[in-house]
């Protein structure tokens, strides 16, 4: 299947920081890609919708300033956490559509943020 | 508004056996169904996908079934492994373009 790449998988960052996580789409392109954060056993939480060369849009409750996207190309998001604090502790994931093949989602590895 | 579930929300089996996951979704009028695999702190795999127009996908020991009128999905696994120990998630889009709804998971102990 296709290769959805996240970088980070893990990091660590002092409370009132700023965290950059990537997600990249290896072998395919996507002009779709969407931001999860899951709880500790708990399931996947859709955050926004990040678009290639438009603004993304934030699920009801997700402060947009607070969780900054960007859809910089056709194989590459990033969410920044700003101004981290110890609530933003969780694992974040990313995933994108591959076209090519029914729409099938493929995810990224996932990234754990602590904010100490 | 979307909602899934999935039952149970834990299982435990001894490995051989084969075993019945369940997913149940509100709005029937879904655009795919799509069934993952997540090991503790990692991202998520997929294992299958069933198109609204598709009753069943099939991968090696993996079985998945979709009756979109009665808002059900099944993953069936044939000869339970140890291996196979891990949270299984299913998730429906109900257009091309949407995010996925996810269900709450189950989470499976194959002993040994």
């Known amino acids: 299947g296709a290769v959805v790449s996240q970088h980070p998988s893990r990091v660590i960052c002092k409370s009132g920081t700023s965290v950059k996580i990537e997600c990249r789409s290896l072998?395919?392109?996507?002009?779709?890609m969407f931001w999860y954060r899951q709880f500790p056993k708990k399931s996947l939480m859709l955050m926004a919708t990040?678009?290639?060369?438009?603004?993304?849009?934030?699920e009801q409750g997700v402060e947009k300033d607070k969780f900054l996207i960007n859809h910089a190309s056709l194989t590459l998001s990033t969410l920044t956490v700003t101004s981290a604090h110890p609530e933003d502790s969780s694992f974040y994931i990313c995933?994108?559509?591959?076209?090519?093949?029914?729409?099938?989602?493929?995810f990224g590895q996932g990234t754990r943020l602590t904010v100490v | 508004k979307q909602e899934v579930t999935q039952i149970p929300a834990a299982l435990s089996v001894p490995e051989g056996e084969n075993l019945v996951l369940n997913c149940s979704f509100t709005?029937?009028?879904?655009?795919?169904l799509q069934w993952f695999r997540q090991d503790p702190g990692k991202g998520l795999t997929s294992l299958l996908l069933?198109?609204?127009?598709?009753r069943e996908q099939t991968s090696g020991r993996l079985n998945a079934s979709l009756d979109k009128s009665s808002g059900r999905s099944t993953l069936y696994i044939a000869a339970s492994q140890p291996g196979d120990s891990a949270t299984y998630l299913c998730?429906?889009?109900?257009?091309?373009?949407?995010?996925?709804?996810f269900g709450g998971g189950t989470r499976l102990m194959v002993k040994p």
């Open positions: 995933s994108a559509p591959d076209y090519r093949v029914n729409t099938e989602a493929f």
């Open positions: 072998d395919f392109q996507a002009t779709t």
């Open positions: 990040s678009n290639e060369g438009s603004k993304a849009t934030y």
């Open positions: 709005d029937s009028a879904i655009y795919n």
């Open positions: 069933i198109q609204s127009s598709q």
């Open positions: 998730a429906v889009k109900n257009n091309a373009g949407n995010m996925l709804t």
